[in-house]
RNA sequence: GGCUUCGUAGCCCAACUGGUAGAGGCGGCGGGUUCAAAGCCCGCACGGUGCAGGUUCGAUUCCUGCCGAGGCCA
């Protein structure tokens, strides 16, 4: 019924104005829907409604994130298929959505979980393999250029400088000065372009628990042993496929400025990105191991304090740490070196910057300090994660809280650069201040002394300008079942190929059983599907080898963040065969990006980071029209419950407190009191409302109207059951207004009632300017005002005519599509209301002739006059000054000055 | 600790770019309808906007600081 065609379909009406508003479509877990699920459904189901009724063409499409690891978790309890359980979840979820009457076009339905889909984003997956990214035009391009421009000699062959997990990072390969690109080995090209790629193949250190046979997120480990079992974990390096997303860190960052976002969505993204600005600075070594580099790089934000770097710090996991074990300098302590070391790189990035108590150990090096000439030691410690810069900082004390606990702790040196203020007390400062002890920076501020050590780093050859991010390139493997399987082949060195197009796509293998194997070594379940790991260059289109040669398929698994990914565009064009998108479906829907994205502001940094990046990649390619996907977005504010609190503050479920009186609660068993407060909904509260209750015992209308009249879309306000009866009592109030309680025919006036009319008006154009802005809560109250008029006037033998009727269907119809179709029909309105015009107001009809206006003396409100609603200044000054309760109270008085607002106030100031 | 949003009646919330603090709902109280209750109908009350300053003719709205709550990141 809510079938939407697409340009060039049967019944697209090309004249209209489209409307993509999307909603953040569901993981359908087997408990099926909670009551945050509909209320921004509900949300865009009236915006929808409304815009269908302006006359647009509106996409508003549904579907289901359905990869993911609850069900892989029930697979290996219970050995039935994640596709089972669901597609049985996704039955359920369907189900409860069309009670509320959502319309949504299902004919385009889909899950991430389908194969027609997964096989796209297969190829998308290809796409960004396919491509690298061009720092001097900023933007994505197909590999293959590169390689011409290799070959042609227009670019210089060389490791991608961006590409720290290439050893050879910015350096020409052997031998290439000389003779550019042909002459190179086949190995030297492959790695070459490798490592411009976007998505690539990098060592990762990840949480293997062995035991558990799985990698585990940092959350999932706690104090060296997995959540789950309590079984020991380990770091351990293994090759995963990354994505290159830190080429976009600029774009991903610039992009938010054109973006119609909540400022606070814009500012995680922007804080996630983390870009700043600095300087990479080499400190020369006096006695580096012969191995290692002569000089050591550092990034840092503050190269004005340099004058205050007494010492240096490099994470364990740095190069130079193996050189030095190798070729120990004289006083290093190599054994504590091993120990520590180990020590540390068992414990996450997190774990580390977490400790509270300092550690480290000096290696024996020690570098020169280029601004002060002299030599300072050189120490590794767990605080200087190798994820972040250059894994080595220049340690400033002075100017860093961490520097200065490890100097105090070490008895390192500290030296002030920057003049704390007078009132200052504590340790290391780091505001503003004026350089001290800094030689030809003393006296400059910050900013400036910043810019010319930069300067000067630059002319000594040793520091260059250099933007860093916090934002690390994206881990995209996971070692599991229920995700989609990579299109990529490796043969027996280890070289890694594209499945070819027409291959894909590659399916998901069943599984004898989905438990992980206890295994040392780390192991991706599908390796357990040992015949469907097997194939041939022949059969996955590798090109330039026999087509028998064997072929190993990828085993590691996508995460649950792919299929979200790109969703919103194959709801342009769900069904097409061809493309991903076809050309003409998606410039159509995504002219302008989607025009609203509703959804939980959990998903404010990863998941549309993620999307962004995708989409930009494929926009940089030609595959779609559009920088960025979604120009409007807004979060739901979360629905929360009542839960009481203890003294001690901890909490009690639900139904173990009783309400002795009004707002006094106890605690049944302890016959403590306890306060009533709001908290997030949770089984263990007992306090989680099912929708499924709520609509048997109060309708699908009343539950839509209930959440969006809670309060703002945006705020998260708790769930009141005891409020719910004023929503269902104004649609039975609505119900009697026009028709007889007990019959249910119409009982409808004649003539018009001037009075109810013009209310009339007023709520049109009120309810309509508060869908648009998504204040659904205010629209309703004016629904609700209306109709308490019109319940009033009935007492007075007034009734509405059965046009005024109808219009008040219309009106009501977005919110309660149920009763709203019903009133529509037994009035007597043509075909259904979700297909009629949304009525027209008369600008006339929302003012009155004459108003009131409040007279201030002193800002003090003092009298009220009647004005006619046309008044201009002069008239209102006049009326007011004529005004019996004001004369007598400016008797006497100085009128200083008289200010008027026109149709609002007169303030008179006088004294 | 940083970023961010927000504190209005017993509760949930209105108040547009500063302009009469109150639209609406819940709950409470009173009245009507009724043999009675539920229901329905009508009516009523309650706060000066977390606190302290500032800007302004005028501040719930803008600015500063503090207190408190939520979200995100450390």
Same mark, same amino acid.
Not at 203 to 225: H, S
Not at 759 to 770: E, P, W
Not at 861 to 880: N, S, W
């Given at each position: 019924m809510f079938r939407q065609p697409n340009p060039g379909e049967e019944g697209f009406d090309q004249d209209r104005p489209k409307?993509?508003?999307?909603?953040?479509?569901? +993981?359908?877990?087997?408990? /099926?829907?909670? !009551?945050? @699920? #509909?209320? &921004?459904?509900? *949300?865009?189901?009236?915006?929808?409604? +409304?815009?269908?009724?302006? /006359?647009?063409? !509106?996409? @508003? #499409?549904? &579907?289901?994130? *359905?990869?993911?690891?609850?069900?892989?978790?029930?697979?290996?309890?219970?050995?039935?298929?994640?596709?089972?359980?669901?597609?049985?979840?996704?039955?359920?979820?369907?189900?409860?959505?069309?009670?509320?009457?959502?319309?949504?076009?299902?004919?385009?339905?889909?899950?991430?979980?389908?194969?027609?889909?997964?096989?796209?984003?297969?190829?998308?997956?290809?796409?960004?393999y396919d491509s690298w990214y061009d720092t001097d035009a900023q933007r994505g391009r197909p590999i293959s250029e590169l390689e011409q421009e290799f070959a042609s000699g227009k670019r210089e062959v060389r490791y991608n400088p961006d590409a720290a997990e290439y050893a050879g990072a910015g350096e020409l390969p052997m031998g290439a000065a000389a003779g550019g690109w042909e002459p190179l080995d086949d190995e030297t090209k492959r790695t070459i372009l490798d490592s411009y790629r976007l998505a690539y193949v990098g060592?990762?250190?990840?949480?293997?628990?062995?035991?558990?046979?799985?990698?585990?997120?940092?959350?999932?480990?706690?104090?060296?042993?997995?959540?789950?079992?309590?079984?020991?974990v380990f770091r351990k390096p293994l090759s995963q496929w990354m994505f290159r997303i830190t080429s976009y860190a600029d774009r991903l960052l610039a992009g938010l400025e054109d973006v119609d976002w909540p400022t606070s969505t814009k500012a995680m993204q922007a804080q996630w990105i983390g870009r700043s600005e600095g300087a990479e600075i080499d400190f020369s070594l006096t006695n580096a191991p012969v191995m290692a580099k002569p000089s050591l790089r550092v990034f840092t934000t503050r190269p004005d304090t340099i004058f205050g770097a007494t010492y240096m710090v490099i994470a364990p996991e740095h190069p130079m740490v193996q050189a030095i074990l190798e070729e120990p300098p004289p006083g290093s302590d190599v054994s504590a070196l091993v120990e520590y070391c180990g020590a540390a790189s068992n414990r996450t990035d997190v774990e580390r910057q977490e400790s509270k108590e300092k550690t480290g150990v000096f290696t024996g090096v020690m570098a020169l300090n280029p601004a002060t000439g002299e030599q300072i030691p050189v120490w590794t410690s767990e605080y200087v994660l190798m994820s972040y810069g250059t894994g080595a900082i220049m340690a400033v004390p002075g100017q860093d809280e961490r520097d200065w606990e490890f100097a105090e702790k070490f008895d390192l040196p500290i030296v002030r650069t920057v003049q704390p203020p007078a009132a200052f007390d504590g340790k290391a400062y780091t505001g503003e201040g004026v350089a001290i002890n800094s030689g030809f920076l003393d006296g400059l501020g910050v900013a400036q002394a910043k810019s010319k050590m930069i300067d000067w780093l630059g002319e000594q050859s040793c520091g260059?300008?250099?933007?860093?991010?916090?934002?690390?390139?994206?881990?995209?493997?996971?070692?599991?079942?229920?995700?989609?399987?990579?299109?990529?082949?490796?043969?027996?060195?280890?070289?890694?190929?594209?499945?070819?197009?027409?291959?894909?796509?590659?399916?998901?293998?069943?599984?004898?059983?989905?438990?992980?194997?206890?295994?040392?070594?780390?192991?991706?379940?599908?390796?357990?599907?040992?015949?469907?790991?097997?194939?041939?260059?022949?059969?996955?289109?590798?090109?330039?080898?026999?087509?028998?040669?064997?072929?190993?398929?990828?085993?590691?698994?996508m995460p649950g963040w792919a299929g979200s990914c790109w969703y919103y565009l194959r709801f342009c064009d769900p069904k097409n065969a061809e493309r991903f998108v076809g050309k003409e479906a998606e410039a159509y829907w995504m002219d302008g990006g989607v025009d609203l994205y509703i959804g939980g502001a959990e998903h404010a940094v990863l998941h549309l980071l993620y999307a962004r990046f995708w989409h930009k990649v494929l926009f940089d390619l030609g595959e779609v029209s559009t920088d960025e996907p979604f120009s409007k977005l807004f979060h739901q504010g979360l629905i929360t419950s009542f839960a009481y609190q203890r003294k001690d503050k901890s909490l009690v479920a639900i139904d173990e407190v009783d309400e002795t009186a009004e707002d006094t609660y106890v605690e049944r068993e302890s016959g403590e009191s306890v306060k009533q407060i709001t908290a997030k909904m949770s089984k263990s509260l007992k306090n989680v409302i099912n929708p499924d209750d709520v609509i048997a015992e109060y309708g699908a209308d009343t539950f839509r109207l209930y959440e969006m009249y809670m309060g703002p879309l945006e705020a998260s306000k708790p769930w009141n059951t005891r409020d719910i009866s004023g929503l269902l009592r104004f649609l039975q109030r609505a119900w009697r207004l026009v028709l007889d309680e007990d019959t249910g025919e119409p009982m409808l006036s004649d003539t018009p009632d001037e009075t109810l009319e013009k209310?009339?008006?007023?709520?049109?154009?009120?309810?309509?300017?508060?869908i648009e802005r998504l204040a659904f809560n205010t629209g309703i109250a004016a629904m609700i005002e209306f109709v308490n008029a019109g319940t009033s006037a009935k007492e007075s033998g007034a009734a509405l005519t059965r046009d005024q009727a109808l219009r008040f269907s219309q009106v009501l119809a977005p919110?309660?599509?149920?009763?709203?179709?019903?009133?529509?029909?037994?009035?007597?309105?043509?075909?259904?209301?979700?297909?009629?015009?949304?009525p027209e107001h008369d600008e006339a009809m929302l003012t009155d002739d004459e108003i009131e206006i409040p007279v201030q003396?002193?800002?003090?409100?003092?009298?009220?006059?009647?004005?006619?609603?046309?008044?201009?200044?002069?008239?209102?000054?006049?009326?007011?000054?004529?005004?019996?309760?004001?004369?007598?109270?400016?008797?006497?008085?100085?009128?200083?000055?008289?200010?008027?607002?026109?149709?609002?106030?007169?303030?008179?100031?006088?004294?």
């Open positions: 409307f993509f508003c999307l909603d953040m479509f569901p +993981y359908p877990s087997g408990a /099926g829907l909670h !009551v945050g @699920h #509909p209320e &921004g459904y509900t *949300a865009t189901d009236i915006l929808c409604r +409304y815009k269908k009724m302006k /006359g647009f063409n !509106v996409l @508003h #499409p549904m &579907g289901w994130d *359905a990869f993911g690891l609850p069900a892989e978790q029930y697979a290996i309890q219970t050995g039935i298929h994640p596709a089972q359980t669901t597609r049985k979840s996704i039955d359920n979820f369907r189900r409860q959505l069309q009670r509320f009457g959502f319309c949504y076009d299902w004919s385009r339905e889909f899950g991430t979980i389908d194969e027609d889909y997964y096989k796209w984003t297969q190829w998308i997956f290809l796409r960004i060592n990762q250190t990840v949480n293997w628990c062995p035991k558990l046979g799985t990698a585990l997120a940092n959350e999932e480990v706690i104090d060296g042993r997995s959540e789950r079992g309590g079984f020991p260059v300008r250099k933007v860093n991010y916090r934002l690390r390139d994206w881990l995209f493997s996971r070692q599991r079942y229920w995700g989609e399987p990579f299109p990529i082949v490796f043969d027996q060195r280890g070289w890694h190929y594209p499945v070819k197009a027409e291959a894909l796509p590659v399916k998901l293998p069943e599984l004898a059983d989905y438990a992980p194997e206890v295994s040392d070594e780390p192991k991706p379940l599908l390796a357990k599907a040992t015949e469907w790991l097997k194939t041939t260059a022949g059969e996955v289109g590798v090109s330039g080898r026999p087509a028998d040669q064997a072929m190993t398929r990828e085993t590691n698994t209310k009339l008006h007023r709520t049109i154009a009120k309810v309509g300017g508060d919110f309660a599509p149920h009763i709203g179709e019903e009133l529509w029909s037994r009035l007597g309105g043509s075909g259904l209301v979700s297909q009629a015009y949304w003396i002193m800002g003090k409100l003092r009298a009220k006059i009647m004005a006619p609603a046309g008044a201009d200044q002069k008239a209102l000054e006049e009326l007011a000054m004529a005004d019996a309760q004001v004369k007598q109270l400016i008797e006497g008085k100085q009128v200083r000055k008289v200010i008027v607002v026109p149709g609002r106030l007169v303030n008179i100031v006088a004294q």
